[in-house]
C-alpha cells in the first residue's frame, strides 16, 4: 500500500505531502489540484510502463507526459508556475509505502514531453515494480472523470482485458472485461453481496447495479464477426422480464457507473484503484452506494484513491467507518484549496464514530449555508 506522495513544483503545487491510506478522498472546490495528484501518480505509471523510469530499457529515463493514462503537455505546462528558490526549478515527485521509498526528480525543460530524471537521484537500485508493486505492479486501474458514454459498442482488446487486466483509463475495456472474466469469482469478502445470484463477478456487478437500479440485469457479450462486444440491459425476470436494451436507450448513469463497479469487484489485495468523480450521474443514494463499495473494496485489502464532489460519498464513508466496516486509521480526507497560485490541503481525521476532526469553511458546508439563509 502506498502511505505517502509528494508533490514538488508539480502543477498547482509548491511543495506538498498527500498522506495515502486504504481508502483516500480527495475533496475541494473545482480547480483545487484534486485530478492533478491523481495524475502524478498516473504519469509515473505510464512512464514505467513505457520503459521510460527504468534505465535498463537502454534509453535515457524520464517522465512521459503524454501517453494513454494522461496527457500533461510539455515542462511548461507541469512544472508549477510560481516555483520558488527554496523547491528549486526542477519538478519531482517522491512515493514512501509497500515497504520502500523512491523519488524521481526530472530536469525542466520547457517544451520538452520527456522530462529527463537526475540520475543521481533516482533512487531506484531495485526495478519499480518490486519496490512498489501497488502503482507498478499487475491490477492498477486510473479510471478519468471522462468515461466512456453509453454505446451501441466496444473495443474487443485480448491484450487490455487480458494480459493486462486493464479496464482503460475511460473505461472502454470494462464491457470486454466483464464478459472475458464474467464467472471468475470476486475474492473480496466485502465486496461479495449475498443476494447477488454468485460469486462470479458478472452477478456481483448486477448485485451492485441493483442498489442504484433495482431489478436490473446486464448481459456482456461478443458481437459475432466483429472485433467489438456489446452490453445489454434486462429488467425484472422470469415472467416480466424485459427484453435486452442497448445502453443508448438505458440512463446514462448505468453505463458510465460500470466501469467503477467492475475495477472495485475485480481489485486483488495490493492494488490500486484511481477514480475520479466515480458519483457523477448518481442518485444521492447510488452517490453512498459508491462510498459503501470503495470501502468494501478498502476492506479487502485493496486501495482507493478517490476525487469526489459529493457530500453523500463522504457521508457514506464516515457511515462505515461507524459500522465497523473501515478502521478509521483506513482512511484520509483532504480539502484543496486554492491559496495564490499555489494550494494548500487541510486533512480533517475521520474518528471511529464516523466524526470529523475538521470543518474548514467550504468544506461540505453548503447544506448549513443554505439551511442558515432558507430559515433566516
Ligand atoms: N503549471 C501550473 N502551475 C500552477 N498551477 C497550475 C499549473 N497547471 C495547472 N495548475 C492549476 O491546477 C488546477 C487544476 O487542478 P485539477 O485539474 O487537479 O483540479 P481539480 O481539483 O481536479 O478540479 P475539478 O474539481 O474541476 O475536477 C488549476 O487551478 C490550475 O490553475
Ligand atoms: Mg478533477
Same mark, same amino acid.
Given at each position: ?145 471522462? @468515461?466512456?458514454? %453509453?454505446? #451501441? ?8 482485458? +487480458?494480459?493486462?487486466?486493464? /479496464? =482503460?483509463? &475511460? ?39 441493483? @442498489?442504484?437500479? %433495482?431489478? #436490473? ?8 464477426? +466483429?472485433?467489438?462486444?456489446? /452490453? =445489454?440491459? &434486462? ?42 468523480? %466515480? ?98
Amino acid at each position: 500500500m502506498l502511505e505517502s506522495l509528494t508533490l514538488t513544483n508539480f502543477k498547482a503545487f509548491a511543495r506538498q505531502e498527500i498522506r495515502l491510506a486504504p481508502f483516500t478522498l480527495l475533496t475541494g472546490l473545482n480547480s483545487s489540484g484534486k485530478s492533478s495528484v491523481l495524475q502524478a501518480l498516473a504519469l509515473l505509471r505510464q512512464s514505467y510502463d513505457s520503459g521510460d523510469l527504468s534505465p535498463a530499457y537502454g534509453h535515457e529515463a524520464g517522465l512521459l507526459l503524454n501517453d494513454e493514462l494522461v496527457q500533461l503537455g510539455t515542462g511548461q505546462d507541469v512544472r508549477h508556475e510560481a516555483y520558488d528558490d527554496e523547491t528549486g526549478p526542477h519538478i519531482a515527485l517522491a512515493l514512501r509505502g509497500d515497504g520502500g521509498t523512491a523519488r524521481w526528480t526530472a530536469v525542466y525543460e520547457r517544451e520538452a514531453d520527456h522530462l529527463k530524471l537526475v540520475p543521481a537521484e533516482q533512487g531506484i537500485q531495485q526495478e519499480p515494480a518490486a519496490l512498489l508493486p501497488s502503482l507498478f505492479g499487475p491490477g492498477f486501474q486510473y479510471l478519468k472523470a471522462d @468515461r466512456v458514454s %453509453p454505446q #451501441v459498442s466496444y473495443p474487443r482488446s485480448h491484450h487490455a482485458v +487480458t494480459t493486462r487486466g486493464f /479496464l =482503460g483509463a &475511460h473505461g472502454e475495456h470494462t464491457v470486454n472485461y466483464l464478459r472475458t472474466h464474467q464467472d471468475e469469482p470476486v475474492t473480496g469478502k466485502a465486496l461479495r453481496l449475498p443476494d447477488a445470484a454468485s460469486a462470479g463477478l458478472l452477478a456481483q456487478t448486477e448485485a451492485w447495479m441493483q @442498489r442504484l437500479c %433495482p431489478g #436490473v440485469r446486464l448481459v456482456a457479450e461478443d458481437i459475432h464477426g +466483429t472485433d467489438a462486444v456489446r /452490453l =445489454g440491459y &434486462h429488467f425484472g425476470s422470469g415472467f416480466s422480464e424485459s427484453n435486452q436494451y442497448r445502453p443508448t436507450n438505458v440512463g446514462f448513469g448505468l453505463t458510465y457507473v460500470l466501469p467503477v463497479v467492475v475495477a472495485c469487484l475485480s481489485a486483488r489485495p495490493g492494488t490500486l484503484i484511481l477514480l475520479e468523480n %466515480p458519483e457523477a450521474h448518481l442518485h444521492p443514494q447510488g452517490q453512498t452506494w459508491m462510498a459503501y463499495l470503495a470501502c468494501a473494496t478498502a476492506a479487502s485489502g485493496a486501495q482507493v484513491v478517490m476525487e469526489t464532489h459529493s457530500d453523500h460519498v463522504l457521508n457514506g464513508l464516515r457511515l462505515q467507518v461507524k459500522n465497523g466496516r473501515l478502521a478509521a486509521d483506513g482512511t484520509a480526507v483532504h480539502y484543496f484549496r486554492r491559496k495564490g497560485q499555489t494550494t494548500e490541503v487541510v486533512s480533517p481525521i475521520i474518528g471511529p464514530d464516523g466524526t470529523l476532526s475538521e470543518w474548514p469553511e467550504g468544506f461540505f458546508d453548503e447544506w448549513e449555508n443554505s439551511l442558515d439563509q432558507l430559515l433566516d
